[in-house]
């Protein structure tokens, strides 16, 4: 029984072999785009994880320096003698052809249990470690270190990428240092310590938790990601959804033959759930091995733009993680039940007399279009009190998806709206059927064009906020970058001599001081400037007093940066403690995109005075002729390296800039993609039922060529006015993207501007890809056989 | 006896209320014998077959088929019925359309677990089908299809044949040809048969007749 049931359900797959395509290809893309993003975050996590372990990050207490970079060795040797359960770091970058290695030498005599060696793949004994002086690097790096350095250089995956991982000696030696990073403190520690302010009153200890910031920080990034994956899996499943809709609608009437004749319901049901069980496991298994292709082929973009948004290091290399494609595989089971549950539950209660139908499927009842208007209203308002009331990314991404569900069920309302109006100003009577008939097509295309909503909003909500963004982002540049030349002195005492010579010639001076120091609870940069007229006239404020730059310059004000401010609830007025004792009124608030850290600025004489200890070793000048200066400055002694035009850093910024988004834009892409497809896929299902409603118009005079060219046009005209629908809910999600989403996410707010000629673009490119779509089946349609066309007159079908 | 009926009703709710179809039927049915039933249209023809085929159940009264009483039968009983006992040719036929003209005729003994090619071949050549074998039902004629629907009812030997106006799409010349065929084909194997129909001039060709009136037996 169960062999001619399972032949019979078969059956109907192989006699619609392009329905079946299209479940599994649907099925498959969702699938992909999930499970590619997926990827990306899963390696992005792993190597975050392995650069983390080194040091322990996240599990122990860390010391780190109050201020300056380092801690000497002699705090290290009192703190041990008083006691202190702690264990050396030092880190550093060494460059190596033309990249950068991130060089961590350890202790694996004092370093806690889980940090250290341990992340090897094969921890080496202490011995060997300390004896042999062996460096273990990430596979890129062992091979560029092998020759260059005098010690054994072992290649090991389980380091993180471009990262070395050595004994502290060793790695001192090669940084060509004598001092100490950090600490790390061992959980266990003896009883009757000193107190750390007793023992090195300059270092702070850092919790377990606020060392982690790069997963912190990135946890947003991946966020960001994961909801476009989302995103398009949601485009997918619409697909998806459809197709099974159909499939089950087609064969309502074999299920009931199957009843008559004697086989169980709910041996029926099993074995239509295994069928779809089974099709899950081969689109997953395809969408998990597309996934890995796009992850693939994204994740040299994503390594760039983490590096470039956060500092944080990725492997540019994709590796297969049972996490991820099993995350695939279940994603790919999580939407066939989504897909699959309404059309089983509708067979497992259909009555076995019932009528077997058939096109209920494509014809939406007026109760169903009210239950979705009420539904689509519901999630409106979900989607207001979430990003009104709420706080929070998640809260934002919650917000998000009730405004994109809600308008996607609202869309069939609004269409079968728009064309009812077309239908009543229609002169002739060809018009009229023309637009009768669209209405008529809404509910079978209602999936596919929800679909293209989707895609369509999140393409312009992407590139508003995109684009947006390069405006900003531009001015910025030119507002920071106000010098036409920035020096780099290789010592301080060249940096003095540097600025006596260019006294004479150049407009203004400016020096960079500049410190890494803890602010309002969080790690933070301090710099000291001397304020003028660059300052004054370049550096403009989201909000300041009047005298910003001036309260600055006499050392009575301080001006932060916007994450710092939203960060830590500060704004104009308030007081920053910029050091023990010493709190300063905060004059202005500036816009610093692309920066994760907080920044306070101060004039140069409060620096020197908080840190007397550091001079400043680069300087940024204006001068009338820059080539000039360049000239005199290598006449001076400068190598070429050391004089940096500002274009160059300008340039260099916007690529970085370019490549954070070329992520997004791909996705974006994609999405649309599978939008055209879920069009495609949707006619050519809706072809099979299409001959009884033409047969008529074509008995009454209309040529099959007519009826082709109609069809062609009315997938041209309803792919038109989804995409006029989604401009307005791609800005809403532009506006909740750049106003929301970008402030929780990385502490900014961006201006919103709009761009007419993009979205005019993305219309075209639209209705270009649903008549692409369109084509196939209007030519099928075109040339359907007369005798077709009559069986739906002679009762035989 | 095969098939015993006795005291059968069946209403169904309709917006005034029960609306009652079946006012207590009795029917008994042998082995190898043929019965036309007749009636009126709404007078229940359907709805007696339906009940006795377990495709519905009564609001009274007792179906005895084969021994077992198929109104107190769950829905896997029921299923069980009518896969190994009874046998229903439809009027609009209800052929799997994604399946060959072979498959369909052999897919209810196969259902039933008792496949059976010989006799699948010969009920095929029986009923002129031999030439249609890999052809789907839509490239069929109405009368094509329903000797399919007949094949296939026959190919699983089921102890009682029920046929639901088999020919109420068929001109009278191919009706009374395939009612010819399935007659010769149902004896042939031993089975009884109840088949209802509109007409007269096939029900003078069972070898019994009754008369459903009001949901009555005349």
């Known amino acids: ?546 005298d910003a730059w001036q309260a600055v310059a006499q050392g009575e004000a301080v001006v932060i940066n916007e994450q710092m401010a939203r960060r830590a609830g500060l704004w104009v007025g308030d007081d920053l403690t910029v050091a023990p004792g010493l709190p300063l009124p905060i004059a202005g608030v500036f816009g610093d995109y692309g920066n994760p850290v907080g920044q306070a600025v101060l004039s140069e004489d409060v620096f020197l005075r908080l840190h007397p200890d550091i001079r400043p070793t680069r300087f940024g000048i204006r001068i009338a002729d820059k080539d000039e200066a360049r000239a005199a400055l290598q006449d001076f002694g400068l190598k070429d390296p050391q004089i940096i035009d500002q274009q160059v850093i300008k340039d260099f910024s916007l690529g970085v800039f370019e490549r954070t988004f070329t992520v997004t834009a791909a996705l974006n892409v994609l999405t649309l993609s599978v939008a055209g497809f879920a069009i495609l896929t949707s006619l050519l299902t809706l072809a099979a039922i299409r001959v009884p409603q033409l047969a008529p118009a074509w008995a009454m005079g209309l040529t099959r060529a007519d009826l082709g060219r109609l069809e062609l046009l009315r997938a041209v005209v309803l792919a038109f006015l989804t995409i006029i629908l989604a401009v307005p809910l791609g800005l809403m999600l532009a506006w909740v993207l750049l106003a929301v989403v970008n402030v929780e996410a990385f502490g900014w707010r961006l201006p919103m501007f709009t761009f007419p000629l993009d979205y005019a673009k993305l219309a075209l490119f639209g209705v270009l890809a649903a008549a692409l779509a369109a084509l196939w089946p209007a030519r099928r349609l075109a040339r359907t056989p007369p005798a077709d066309l009559l069986k739906v007159f002679s009762n035989e079908r | 006896m095969l098939l015993e009926v006795k005291n059968l009703t069946k209403s169904y709710a309709g917006p005034d209320g029960d609306t009652p179809v079946l006012r207590g039927v009795d029917l008994s049915l042998d082995q190898g014998e043929t019965l036309a039933l007749t009636g009126e249209s709404g007078s229940g023809k359907s709805t007696l077959l339906h009940l006795i085929s377990g495709l519905d159940l009564p609001g009274g009264g007792e179906i005895m088929l084969a021994g077992k009483d198929v109104a107190r039968m769950d829905d896997t009983a029921r299923a069980e019925l009518r896969r190994n006992t009874v046998g229903v040719i439809f009027q609009q036929f209800n052929l799997i359309p994604s399946m060959t003209v072979a498959a369909n005729i052999g897919f209810h003994a196969r259902l039933a677990g008792r496949p059976d090619v010989a006799h699948e071949a010969a009920l095929s050549e029986a009923l002129g089908l031999a030439e249609h074998l890999q052809k789907f039902p839509e490239q069929l004629s109405g009368g094509q299809q329903q000797r399919v629907a007949i094949a296939r009812t026959l190919a699983a030997r089921p102890a009682l044949v029920l046929a639901d106006e088999p020919t109420g799409n068929l001109d009278e010349g191919t009706a009374a040809e395939v009612i010819d065929q399935m007659q010769a084909l149902v004896s042939q194997a031993g089975s009884a048969l109840m088949m209802v129909t509109h007409s007269t001039a096939l029900a003078a060709r069972m070898g019994r007749q009754v008369h459903l009136s009001q949901g009555r037996l005349a």
């Open chain 1, 1 to 546: 029984m169960i062999r001619a049931g399972l032949s019979a359900l078969w059956s109907h797959w192989w006699r619609s072999k392009l329905q079946l395509m299209t479940l599994l290809s649907g099925l498959a893309l969702a699938t992909a785009l999930w499970s590619g993003v997926q990827a990306i975050n899963s390696e992005a996590r792993a190597s975050y994880d392995a650069a983390a372990a080194v040091l322990g990050e996240g599990r122990f207490d860390q010391l780190v320096p109050g201020s300056g970079e380092s801690i000497a060795l002699a705090t290290y040797i009192k703190l041990r003698r008083a006691g202190w359960q702690v264990s050396p770091v030092v880190e550093g970058e060494i460059g190596l052809d033309g990249t950068r290695a991130r060089i961590v030498g350890v202790d694996p005599l004092t370093a806690p249990g889980g940090s250290g060696t341990s992340v090897l793949t094969a921890p080496p004994e202490p011995q060997e470690f300390l004896g042999d002086g062996v460096i273990f690097a990430h596979p890129g790096v062992a091979e560029a270190l092998t020759g260059r350095v005098n010690a054994r250089v072992v290649a090991d995956p389980g380091v993180a990428p471009d990262t070395a991982l050595m004994d502290v000696g060793v790695a001192a030696q090669l940084l060509e240092r004598s001092d100490l990073s950090r600490l790390i403190i061992a959980p266990d520690q003896p009883m009757g310590v000193p107190a750390l302010s007793a023992v090195a009153p300059d270092l702070i200890r850092q919790g377990a938790q606020d060392g982690a910031e790069v997963g912190r920080l990135t946890d947003s990034f991946h966020l960001n990601l994961t909801a476009f994956g989302l995103l398009a899996f949601v485009v997918g499943l619409f697909i998806v959804h459809g197709t099974i809709g159909l499939a089950f609608e087609q064969r309502r009437g074999m299920v009931r033959t199957l009843r008559a004749l004697g086989m169980p319901l709910k041996t029926l049901v099993s074995l239509l759930a295994l069928e779809m069980a089974v099709f899950a496991v081969i689109a997953g298994g395809v969408g998990v091995l597309l996934g890995y292709l796009i992850a693939g082929a994204l994740l040299p973009d994503v390594a760039a733009t983490l590096e470039g948004l956060y500092g944080a290091q990725i492997s540019g290399a994709l590796r297969l993680r049972p996490d991820w494609w099993l995350t695939g595989m279940g994603i790919a089971f999580a939407g066939t039940v989504i897909a699959a549950s309404g059309a089983l539950w509708r067979i497992a209660r259909m009555p076995l007399l019932a009528s077997p139908g058939g096109r209920a499927w494509a014809v939406a009842s007026g109760q169903t279009r009210r239950w979705l208007g009420f539904a689509a209203l519901a999630l409106a308002l979900v989607a207001a009190s979430a990003l009104s009331l709420g706080q929070g990314l998640l809260l934002a991404f919650a917000g998000l998806g009730a405004l994109l569900m809600g308008a996607a069920l609202a869309l069939p309302a609004l269409l079968i709206g728009l064309l009812a109006m077309a239908e009543a100003r229609a002169h002739s009577i060809r018009a009229q059927w023309f637009w009768a008939d669209t209405r008529q097509q809404v509910p079978g295309l209602s999936l596919a064009l929800m679909a293209l909503l989707l895609a369509a909003a999140a393409n312009i909500g992407v590139s508003t906020m995109v684009s947006s963004f390069r405006l900003t982002f531009v001015d910025f540049l030119d507002q920071r970058l106000a010098s036409d030349l920035y020096i780099q002195a290789e010592d301080e005492r060249q940096a003095a001599e540097i600025e006596a010579f260019l006294a004479p010639a150049a407009q203004e001076i400016m020096p960079l001081l500049y410190v890494d120091t803890r602010l309002a609870d969080a790690p933070a940069e301090l710099f000291g400037v001397r304020v003028g007229a660059t300052y004054r006239d370049n550096w403009g404020f989201l909000d300041g007093t009047d």
